[in-house]
């Protein structure tokens, strides 16, 4: 079946730590996104790329970093500049730059600080 | 800039009544609309779409109709389950951008 995988579902960082989100699909999408969703605020969105090394910064993208080497992986590091890390982070994909099309989500990392 | 703005919850209701979640946007132009529902612990899950003024989305017994002279595109559902219970999202799409979402709606179903 076609999808997105996100890991882990559960991480934990410690203080000055960087940490990297995984986010792999399987639906020949050539865009994806990732997205920040705290409590009561829906989600933001971080950074999104629509084609292989290329990549743009979303609304919230200060403390973050991504990397888009290959069509079907999207990592994201939250670094130790990204200073309230705690939430559940989203990745998403799209066929590409139609709008018309919806975004597949993957199930979440939810991320904690020790 | 573009926005959605959606009703605050949480909504809660007994099980079989009608549920009418209310979603109005701000965009320029002509954007693709969208409601999405996520359960616990879980990404979202596309729950309907509409392209168009006019169009209905619908699916699993929801609805939403793309008001263009209102900018909205209110959820309904002629009697919720239990098993509706979830967070629900609307959101907007225009020339290939990412997802704008509203805040999300928690609905509350009680048998």
């Known amino acids: 079946d076609g999808g997105i995988t996100q890991s882990p579902k559960y991480l934990f960082r410690k203080e000055g730590q960087n940490v990297t989100l995984s986010c792999e699909q399987n639906?020949?999408?050539?865009?994806m996104y990732w997205y920040r969703q705290d409590p009561g605020q829906g989600l933001r969105l971080i950074y999104y790329?629509?084609?292989?090394?290329?990549?743009q910064k979303g609304d919230i993208a200060e403390g973050y970093s991504v990397s888009r080497e290959k069509k079907e992986s999207f990592p994201l590091t939250v670094t130790s500049a990204q200073k309230n890390p705690t939430a559940f982070y989203l990745c998403a994909s799209t066929v590409g730059r139609n709008s018309n099309q919806p975004q597949h989500f993957g199930d979440g990392t939810r991320l904690s600080i020790l | 800039g573009n926005s959605v703005t959606q009703m605050e919850g949480p909504v809660t209701l007994s099980e079989e009544a009608f549920l009418t979640i209310n979603c109005t946007y701000t965009a320029t132009g002509y954007p693709s609309l969208f409601w999405y529902v996520q359960y616990p612990g879980e990404g979202l899950q596309l729950l309907l779409k509409?392209?168009?003024?006019?169009d209905k989305g619908s699916n699993k017994g929801f609805e939403a109709t793309y008001r263009k002279e209102t900018t909205s595109f209110h959820l309904e559902k002629g009697s919720v389950q239990v098993s509706d219970s979830a967070v629900y999202f609307c959101?907007?799409?225009?020339?290939?951008?990412?997802?704008?979402f509203g805040k999300g709606t928690t609905l509350s179903v009680s048998s």
């Open positions: 959101a907007l799409s225009q020339a290939g951008t990412a997802l704008i």
């Open positions: 790329s629509q084609i292989v090394n290329d990549f």
């Open positions: 509409a392209t168009k003024a006019d």
């Open positions: 639906l020949n999408h050539d865009a």
